[in-house]
């Protein structure tokens, strides 16, 4: 599982969010072995931050973070997430 939040600098010199994910965007990636790891480190991002989540290769989510996005990831895994 592949996280990578957009670099805060790319929308005050563009004026837009990226259509798609370059890692040149990124000023923060993460890589995760389990579900579980993402989700807690996910609930750490700031809430409305731009980031883009890859399982297998596959984009699950991109946009801005909110916290409704949690049900995309319990569909994607099948597993329904308790926030610590």
Sequence with gaps: ????????????EHNEYPEEYHSRYAKE????????EFIQKWYEIEEGAWY????????????AVDPNDIELF???FGIVFEEE
């Design 29 to 36: 990636i993460y890589e995760f072995d389990t579900p579980q």
């Design 52 to 63: 883009w989540v890859f399982d297998e290769g596959m984009e699950i989510c991109s946009g």
């Design 1 to 12: 599982i592949f996280m990578a939040v957009l670099d805060d600098d790319y929308y005050l």
């Design 74 to 76: 319990e569909d994607h």
